[in-house]
């Protein structure tokens, strides 16, 4: 991986409490992903250095974008899908030169962005829909390409927000009264543009009033549940106990989970859905005993032209973040020994048959199949 910490320049650190960067966050108020800053510069949370420290990175260059991407400063689908549109809208900002420099070089940093992370569809639909408003834009002159181009990045920004928001109140209804919810992975404002998808059905039941509660997988390697999503239901005042991935089937047994809701990376036509490595177990657990089990996301996570999930592409990380494990100063301790080789699928696919139901802003899919989804397919 590249070393990114040494190549950004230092921001101020920023706890809770203290303003946000963006003068008007679509995210939320608190804390966002990203976010493109007046002046064409693109903000991240270092979701790496979370939950001890809240920091902002600010970007500028489509190199520092992809870097922001691959190494997980940003991570979640949706959320990967909004940043890597920024990406495009600081590749625009960058190149003041003629229309046909700029074709070059937005397509150039299309083709950097996309090849960020492989399994997450939302990459390829965002970067899809930009290329479509650049080639629009080429005609136009430096400063009004570039509007134009940061105007349609917001705009994709703000949707995937109102499409959180919509999941949120379609799935809030499967949530009993006093249910105890467990989730894997980290799927709120965090994965998404804001508010998010699994923890969006979370935030929705609990603004309704129902009193629920959230067991949140730890989830190995990278522990987004341990760090990302208890500190989101935290903030949100919303009752959460952190658990290791390999309590859940002990949780299930002794009747303490109600349901299960998940986020996804990629829906293939028929239904089944990759998620964060750990998914797929959770959900034969739930399985064998009668736990509901619900996979929230955008349409932008669907893939129709994907048949099944043997077409879905796993992304392969770095051996070292297994190997190795983090430390809050930067370091790590490592915690395999030398010359043993690890494993690092970073996510796994989920059957259909194994899915009660996918919940996006469309609508429910219920029973999960091909041809329910595709019912949503034209809306």
């Given at each position: 991986?590249?070393?990114?910490?040494?190549?950004?320049?230092?921001?101020?650190?920023?706890?809770?409490?203290?303003?946000?960067?963006?003068?008007?966050?679509?995210?939320?108020?608190?804390y966002s992903a990203v976010e493109l800053m007046p002046g064409y510069r693109v903000v991240v949370l270092d979701q790496r250095k979370l939950p001890s420290v809240e920091r902002y990175e600010f970007l500028v260059r489509v190199e520092e974008v992809a870097d922001a991407i691959r190494d997980m400063l940003?991570?979640?689908?949706?959320?990967?899908?909004?940043?890597?549109?920024?990406?495009?809208?600081?590749a625009a900002a960058a190149e003041k030169g003629n229309a046909a420099a700029f074709v070059s070089a937005m397509?150039?940093?299309?083709?950097?962005?996309?090849?960020?992370?492989?399994?997450?569809?939302?990459?390829?639909?965002?970067?899809d829909r930009m290329k479509r408003v650049t080639d629009e834009a080429r005609s136009l002159d430096y400063i009004a390409r570039t509007k134009r181009v940061a105007a349609e990045a917001r705009s994709l920004h703000k949707a995937e927000v109102a499409a959180c928001r919509a999941i949120g109140a379609l799935g809030a209804p499967f949530v009993p009264e006093g249910a105890t919810i467990l989730t894997h992975c980290n799927a709120g404002a965090l994965a998404t543009g804001g508010y998010g998808t699994a923890l969006g059905i979370v935030r929705a039941a609990h603004e309704a009033g129902k009193k629920v509660r959230v067991l949140a997988c730890e989830t190995r390697p990278y522990l987004q549940g341990a760090r990302l999503t208890a500190w989101?239901?935290?903030?949100?005042?919303?009752?959460?106990?952190?658990?290791?991935?390999?309590?859940a089937a002990h949780f299930m047994s002794k009747k303490a989970v109600d349901l299960v809701v998940v986020g996804a990376d990629r829906i293939a036509r028929n239904g089944d859905a990759a998620n964060k490595i750990g998914t797929y177990g959770l959900a034969c657990i739930a399985a064998a005993h009668e736990v509901p089990f619900y996979v929230a996301a955008p349409?932008?996570?669907?893939?129709?032209?994907?048949?099944?999930?043997?077409?879905i592409p796993i992304e392969e990380r770095s051996e070292r973040e297994l190997s190795?494990?983090?430390?809050?100063?930067?370091?790590?301790?490592?915690?395999?020994?030398?010359?043993?080789?690890?494993?690092?699928?970073?996510?796994?696919?989920?059957?259909?048959?194994?899915?009660?139901?996918?919940?996006?802003?469309?609508?429910?899919?219920?029973?999960?199949?091909?041809?329910?989804?595709?019912?949503l397919a034209t809306q």
């Open positions: 991986m590249s070393d990114i910490k040494n190549r950004f320049a230092p921001v101020p650190t920023l706890r809770t409490g203290q303003a946000h960067p963006h003068p008007e966050p679509i995210g939320g108020a608190q940003v991570r979640g689908a949706p959320a990967i899908g909004v940043c890597a549109a920024y990406g495009m809208v600081a397509k150039a940093a299309d083709a950097l962005l996309r090849a960020t992370r492989p399994t997450a569809v939302n990459l390829a639909w965002a970067l989101e239901l935290s903030k949100d005042q919303i009752p959460v106990e952190v658990i290791t991935d390999s309590m349409w932008s996570t669907v893939d129709l032209g994907c048949a099944n999930g043997d077409a190795h494990f983090a430390l809050p100063d930067g370091g790590s301790v490592q915690i395999v020994p030398d010359g043993v080789r690890v494993r690092n699928p970073s996510f796994d696919v989920t059957p259909h048959a194994l899915i009660t139901a996918i919940v996006t802003e469309r609508g429910v899919v219920q029973p999960v199949s091909e041809g329910e989804l595709a019912k």
